[in-house]
């Protein structure tokens, strides 16, 4: 719709210079890849002429070119070689700036190489392909050549075979390659060299480890990864003791140490205190050495700050960090493979190392455009400029003096506080003043120089045929909360950062904060789902349905928007905090196949159903993290900078509304706020010049999201599954109010054989729950048909059937519990069959495998017991008792023949023959075995 309006727009004025604006826009917000885009396209041909479009060139522009001599130098040496394939133009070169920097030299040279030998394969014009007989000449110079050492000869004869970075492809230059993927590949090179050369600063000595040693860092803290606040809490609030609800949430008691009155837990109403058996809350530090952030899928797509670094030092550090590992993980070298793989947690397959970082790195050049308001190729721009202070050493004043191997966190803090004072500042106020001279560099340079549409587009040239003046067209920086945070960096030392302290706090936790907006809708999501499903479904239920079936199975209109409107707000307060969520949360999924990506139509609902454990965890750990780690604290430190001591007002979580947090919606509060606050000004030959009134902004932030807000009480709603509910003491309390029988072996047989898949044995059972809730409350006649209490007395609508005709005709309520073992055994044979986990709720301690010595003894010993009895008696113990033992005795080294008879009071004749090294730990092993072993005698029969 915007673009068909431009379009209307540009075509009523008729001037080249309004569609040549918007291009700019595009060009310059999105990367130079957005023209070729247009090309393609024939419906977007009106936002510049169809000939210009055709003037462009696909090669990938020379971003090296920003650093200037020697590099344009070299390069223009190494381009007379290939064209006149003669290697003296590189000696006579290499002789003249001999007196210079010798790591500068050896950078120069090799960043030259891959841009006239390497990238020339970028080309898909054959001609320009070089020849072999030039390659094999340049290779040999640079074997013999005395100005290159050990490394860098090898360097230089990977990149004219094309061959660095295997076996990353990514690193490889294609035929076609993008402007995008050409700039990333260029610049991972660059830092590939600059941290390859010797004598690099001592300040950039632990990114030297990682790639050239990374084995020496394995138990160290990896800069900018994140870490345990809770730790940090225990060694701020010293001389406490500090318990934990019984929900796991920490509190202090100070003084003597011993509480003395009962209070309640802020976070779930939990009672703590006096006449509590709370245990002491965890001492130990779960802060985690190596790489702990995961996939880059996991991670935000707003860049976040860590620990005393902003949004954009950390996104710029990370880019280091994940361009010297993915090099690392790259080596043909052994140790420093095997280094890499022992830093990541958890592991990753050694053959997708290289793709795990590329994947990262790719990222954080995102992220770090996000934090610095540029283009993908603009931030490239800067972080050449950076590798070039690097090689250059530009003073001896870039130091530490700290253990480079950062061994503790205090160590890591110092050397990101150094990182960030002595590169990041300084290199962002640089970029301020000097980022269109980079850019007037490369669009002059000859690798763009037969590009007039891409000069026009960075301004160095006019359309002809206009009649606006070019100064009123000119490209404008935006405002926007990127840029604000921004400008803020830039002025850490200025004399406005303690009156500003509250501001630079909420623009660093801003994309947090920005995802309490959702919060209610999440609150609701929750409720209603508990409604809806609490005991009425299975785990295996929960993750077999999708976001779109369980949307396309609510019949009503109004009910299915209401649905999808809240689950999209669950979704995108979940984009904006899951980082923060999976490494700083008080509450994590355990597993890593419980953790969630991202919310579309295909997410199983289980990620949805609140629970404290399984994918339901990151339900409940998003609302704990956007009420404490969110609301809560940002709330205690506006308090703490402003010294204000009153006690904020409590709400309890179920009464939130949007009224009550620090909620606000970007475009309709926040930017207008910024926009009031912001002087826009357009002087001639200075471009546009932004200020902001950062004193003002504060105080009407303060004024608008944060005066009066009160403190929320989390409570905790839960859902349970329908195995959550079964156990000993519930069948126990039905046999006392309803006596049971056990289902005849016809019937059974009979009744399993109508209930053709496990769709049919699911709804089965989900009414089973539902009668069982009733019974266990209200009791009933034994012989109650099943079919008749559910229509008549519970008056559930005839769909809801027992399916299965012979149950229908048989089943009464004294076959309850005979029925329900039916289905439950049922359910896990299933499953075991078709190669899926039957007992999903299980611990993992019980699913070891049986020996491999062990199994033929444990198959002649299952053919001696009546193995359909022994399958009923083992689904009790699993799905009933199981936990329970647990509860008094470590059981899992338990014989299981043992256990049957002494725990659960088996009498089955062939227990005694049960193998002794069979144990409770391989249960589920056993399970699978005795049902294969079942169909095999029913197939036989």
Same mark, same amino acid.
């Given at each position: 719709?915007?673009?068909?309006?431009?379009?209307?727009?540009?075509?009523?004025?008729?001037?080249?210079?309004?569609?040549?604006?918007?291009?700019?826009?595009?060009?310059?917000?999105?990367?130079?890849?957005?023209?070729?885009?247009?090309?393609?396209?024939?419906?977007?041909?009106?936002?510049?002429?169809?000939?210009?479009?055709?003037?462009?060139?696909?090669?990938?522009?020379?971003?090296?070119?920003?650093?200037?001599?020697?590099?344009?130098?070299?390069?223009?040496?190494?381009? $007379?070689?290939?064209?006149?394939?003669?290697?003296?133009?590189?000696?006579?070169?290499?002789?003249?700036?001999?007196?210079?920097?010798?790591?500068?030299?050896?950078?120069?040279?090799?960043?030259?190489?891959?841009?006239?030998?390497? &990238?020339?394969?970028?080309?898909?014009?054959?001609?320009?392909?070089?020849?072999?007989?030039?390659?094999?000449?340049?290779? !040999?110079?640079?074997?013999?050549? $005395?100005?290159?050492?050990?490394?860098?000869?090898?360097?230089?004869?990977?990149?004219?075979?094309?061959?660095?970075?295997?076996?990353?492809?990514?690193?490889?230059?294609?035929?076609?390659?993008?402007?995008?993927?050409?700039?990333?590949?260029?610049?991972?090179?660059?830092?590939?060299?600059?941290?390859?050369?010797?004598?690099?600063?001592?300040?950039?000595?632990?990114?030297?480890?990682?790639?050239?040693?990374?084995?020496?860092?394995?138990?160290?803290?990896?800069?900018?990864?994140?870490?345990?606040?809770?730790?940090?809490?225990?060694?701020?609030?010293?001389?406490?003791?500090?318990?934990?609800?019984? !929900?796991?949430?920490?509190?202090?008691?100070?003084?003597?140490?011993?509480?003395?009155?009962?209070?309640?837990?802020?976070?779930?109403?939990?009672?703590?205190?006096?006449?509590?058996?709370?245990?002491?809350?965890?001492?130990?530090?779960?802060?985690?050495?190596?790489?702990?952030?995961?996939?880059?899928?996991?991670?935000?797509?707003?860049?976040?700050?860590?620990?005393?670094?902003?949004?954009?030092?950390?996104?710029?550090?990370?880019?280091?960090?994940?361009?010297?590992?993915?090099?690392?993980?790259?080596?043909?070298?052994?140790?420093?493979?095997?280094?890499?793989?022992?830093?990541?947690?958890?592991?990753?397959?050694?053959?997708?190392?290289?793709?795990?970082?590329?994947?990262?790195?790719?990222?954080?050049? $995102?992220?770090?455009?996000?934090?610095?308001?540029?283009?993908?190729?603009?931030?490239?721009?800067?972080?050449?400029?950076?590798?070039?202070?690097?090689?250059?050493?530009?003073?001896?004043?870039?130091?530490?003096?700290?253990?480079?191997?950062?061994?503790?966190?205090?160590?890591?803090?110092?050397?990101?506080?150094?990182?960030?004072?002595?590169?990041?500042?300084?290199?962002?106020?640089?970029?301020?003043?000097?980022?269109?001279?980079?850019?007037?560099?490369?669009?002059?340079?000859?690798?763009?120089?037969?590009?007039?549409?891409? $000069?026009?587009?960075?301004?160095?040239?006019?359309?002809?045929?206009?009649?606006?003046?070019?100064?009123?067209?000119?490209?404008?920086?935006?405002?926007?909360?990127?840029?604000?945070?921004?400008?803020?960096?830039?002025?850490?030392?200025?004399?406005?950062?303690?009156?500003?302290?509250?501001?630079?706090?909420?623009?660093?936790?801003?994309?947090?904060?920005?995802?309490?907006?959702?919060?209610?809708?999440?609150?609701?999501?929750?409720?209603?789902?508990?409604?809806?499903?609490?005991?009425?479904?299975?785990?295996?239920?929960?993750?077999?349905?999708?976001?779109?079936?369980?949307?396309?199975?609510?019949?009503?209109?109004?009910?299915?928007?209401?649905?999808?409107?809240?689950?999209?707000?669950?979704?995108?307060?979940?984009?904006?905090?899951?980082?923060?969520?999976?490494?700083?949360?008080?509450?994590?999924?355990?597993?890593?196949?419980?953790?969630?990506?991202?919310?579309?139509?295909?997410?199983?609902?289980?990620?949805?159903?609140?629970?404290?454990?399984?994918?339901?965890?990151?339900?409940?750990?998003?609302?704990?993290?956007?009420?404490?780690?969110?609301? !809560?604290?940002?709330?205690?430190?506006?308090?703490?900078?402003?010294?204000?001591?009153?006690?904020?007002?409590?709400?309890?979580?179920?009464?939130?509304?949007?009224?009550?947090?620090?909620?606000?919606?970007?475009?309709?509060?926040? &930017?207008?706020?910024?926009?009031?606050?912001?002087?826009?000004?357009?002087?001639?030959?200075?471009?546009?010049?932004?200020?902001?009134?950062?004193?003002?902004?504060?105080?009407?932030?303060?004024?608008?999201?944060?005066?009066?807000?009160?403190?929320?009480? &989390?409570?905790?709603?839960?859902?349970?599954?329908?195995?959550?509910?079964? !156990?000993?003491?519930?069948?126990?309390?039905?046999?006392?109010?309803?006596?049971?029988?056990?289902?005849?072996?016809?019937?059974?047989?009979?009744?399993?054989?109508?209930?053709?898949?496990?769709?049919?044995?699911?709804?089965?059972?989900?009414?089973?729950?539902?009668?069982?809730?009733?019974?266990?409350?209200?009791?009933?006649?034994?012989?109650?048909?099943?079919?008749?209490?559910?229509?008549?007395?519970?008056?559930?609508?005839?769909?809801?059937?027992?399916?299965?005709?012979?149950?229908?005709?048989?089943?009464?309520?004294?076959?309850?519990?005979?029925?329900?073992?039916?289905?439950?055994?049922?359910?896990?044979?299933?499953?075991?069959?078709?190669?899926?986990?039957?007992?999903?709720?299980?611990?993992?301690?019980?699913?070891?495998?049986?020996?491999?010595?062990?199994?033929?003894?444990?198959?002649?010993?299952?053919?001696?017991?009546?193995?359909?009895?022994?399958?009923?008696?083992?689904?009790?113990?699993?799905?009933?008792?199981?936990?329970?033992?647990?509860?008094?005795?470590?059981?899992?080294?338990?014989?299981?023949?043992?256990?049957?008879?002494?725990?659960?009071?088996?009498?089955?004749?062939?227990?005694?023959?049960?193998?002794?090294?069979?144990?409770?730990?391989?249960?589920?092993?056993?399970?699978?075995?005795?049902?294969?072993?079942?169909?095999?005698?029913?197939?036989?029969?």
């Amino acid at each position: 719709l915007l673009l068909s309006k431009a379009k209307e727009v540009c075509r009523a004025v008729g001037d080249p210079m309004l569609p040549l604006f918007l291009l700019k826009q595009l060009v310059r917000s999105h990367g130079m890849d957005i023209v070729q885009t247009i090309q393609s396209h024939r419906d977007l041909s009106w936002i510049c002429a169809r000939q210009r479009l055709q003037q462009t060139d696909s090669a990938v522009p020379d971003f090296f070119v920003v650093v200037q001599s020697p590099y344009v130098v070299y390069r223009e040496a190494v381009a $007379r070689a290939v064209s006149s394939n003669d290697p003296r133009h590189l000696d006579e070169v290499f002789k003249k700036l001999s007196q210079s920097s010798n790591n500068a030299m050896i950078a120069s040279a090799l960043l030259a190489i891959y841009k006239e030998v390497t &990238m020339q394969r970028a080309s898909t014009n054959l001609d320009r392909q070089i020849r072999q007989q030039t390659l094999d000449m340049l290779e !040999n110079y640079c074997n013999r050549s $005395r100005f290159f050492d050990s490394w860098s000869k090898r360097l230089a004869a990977d990149l004219i075979r094309n061959v660095q970075g295997r076996p990353l492809a990514q690193l490889q230059v294609v035929p076609g390659q993008t402007i995008k993927n050409g700039a990333l590949s260029g610049l991972a090179l660059h830092i590939f060299i600059t941290f390859s050369l010797p004598g690099v600063l001592s300040l950039m000595e632990p990114l030297r480890i990682l790639l050239k040693e990374p084995q020496r860092m394995n138990n160290s803290y990896i800069p900018t990864m994140p870490e345990d606040i809770f730790a940090q809490a225990r060694e701020v609030v010293q001389g406490t003791r500090w318990y934990q609800c019984q !929900n796991g949430h920490p509190y202090l008691v100070a003084d003597c140490g011993s509480p003395r009155i009962q209070l309640r837990c802020t976070d779930c109403r939990a009672p703590i205190g006096e006449g509590t058996s709370d245990p002491n809350a965890r001492t130990n530090d779960t802060t985690q050495t190596g790489h702990v952030l995961g996939p880059a899928n996991r991670r935000s797509a707003h860049p976040l700050p860590e620990r005393d670094l902003s949004q954009s030092g950390c996104a710029l550090l990370r880019l280091l960090l994940h361009a010297v590992l993915m090099w690392a993980s790259c080596s043909q070298d052994q140790a420093v493979f095997s280094g890499v793989a022992q830093i990541v947690s958890p592991a990753v397959t050694g053959n997708d190392l290289p793709s795990f970082f590329w994947s990262h790195f790719e990222c954080d050049v $995102r992220l770090f455009s996000q934090a610095i308001g540029r283009s993908i190729e603009d931030t490239v721009v800067v972080c050449h400029q950076l590798l070039n202070k690097i090689v250059t050493g530009q003073g001896t004043s870039y130091g530490f003096s700290g253990n480079t191997l950062l061994t503790t966190k205090e160590e890591r803090r110092a050397w990101e506080r150094a990182f960030s004072q002595q590169f990041v500042v300084p290199m962002l106020q640089l970029m301020q003043g000097n980022i269109n001279e980079w850019l007037e560099r490369l669009m002059n340079d000859r690798s763009c120089g037969n590009n007039p549409l891409m $000069r026009q587009v960075y301004e160095l040239e006019s359309p002809a045929g206009s009649h606006f003046p070019p100064q009123l067209w000119r490209y404008r920086v935006s405002v926007s909360i990127e840029h604000l945070n921004h400008v803020i960096d830039q002025n850490l030392d200025g004399a406005q950062h303690d009156q500003c302290l509250l501001l630079k706090t909420f623009l660093k936790e801003e994309s947090k904060l920005r995802a309490l907006q959702y919060l209610p809708d999440i609150i609701m999501l929750q409720r209603l789902l508990v409604d809806k499903y609490n005991r009425r479904i299975s785990q295996q239920e929960a993750l077999a349905v999708n976001v779109d079936s369980f949307l396309a199975g609510i019949v009503d209109t109004k009910e299915r928007q209401k649905f999808k409107k809240l689950i999209g707000s669950f979704g995108k307060a979940w984009e904006l905090v899951k980082e923060g969520v999976l490494n700083h949360g008080r509450l994590k999924p355990k597993k890593k196949e419980h953790e969630l990506n991202c919310v579309n139509g295909q997410t199983p609902l289980a990620f949805l159903l609140p629970r404290t454990q399984d994918a339901g965890t990151c339900s409940v750990a998003l609302v704990d993290y956007l009420i404490n780690c969110t609301h !809560n604290e940002f709330l205690g430190t506006y308090r703490r900078i402003t010294r204000q001591e009153w006690e904020p007002e409590r709400v309890p979580m179920d009464e939130v509304t949007k009224a009550h947090l620090i909620a606000y919606d970007m475009e309709r509060d926040l &930017m207008p706020l910024v926009f009031a606050h912001c002087d826009y000004s357009l002087a001639v030959g200075e471009g546009t010049n932004i200020t902001y009134n950062l004193l003002a902004l504060e105080r009407q932030i303060v004024d608008r999201f944060l005066v009066g807000k009160p403190h929320v009480d &989390m409570k905790v709603h839960t859902l349970l599954f329908r195995k959550d509910v079964y !156990n000993v003491a519930l069948f126990s309390r039905i046999r006392e109010r309803i006596p049971q029988e056990e289902l005849s072996l016809p019937v059974r047989r009979q009744i399993v054989s109508e209930l053709h898949d496990l769709t049919d044995v699911y709804s089965v059972l989900a009414i089973l729950d539902i009668v069982i809730g009733f019974i266990v409350s209200t009791g009933g006649s034994p012989d109650t048909y099943l079919d008749r209490y559910i229509h008549t007395t519970l008056q559930m609508p005839r769909h809801s059937s027992l399916v299965s005709s012979k149950a229908q005709q048989f089943c009464q309520l004294k076959h309850v519990f005979s029925l329900w073992r039916l289905l439950t055994a049922e359910t896990g044979k299933r499953l075991a069959i078709a190669h899926r986990e039957p007992f999903e709720h299980v611990a993992a301690k019980y699913r070891e495998e049986v020996p491999e010595k062990m199994k033929r003894k444990l198959r002649k010993a299952l053919r001696k017991i009546n193995i359909s009895a022994f399958l009923n008696e083992l689904v009790e113990v699993i799905t009933l008792e199981l936990s329970q033992w647990e509860e008094t005795n470590k059981i899992e080294d338990y014989e299981l023949g043992s256990a049957l008879q002494d725990l659960h009071g088996s009498e089955l004749d062939g227990l005694d023959d049960m193998p002794r090294e069979v144990q409770l730990k391989h249960i589920i092993a056993c399970w699978v075995m005795a049902v294969q072993l079942e169909a095999d005698m029913m197939r036989m029969n």
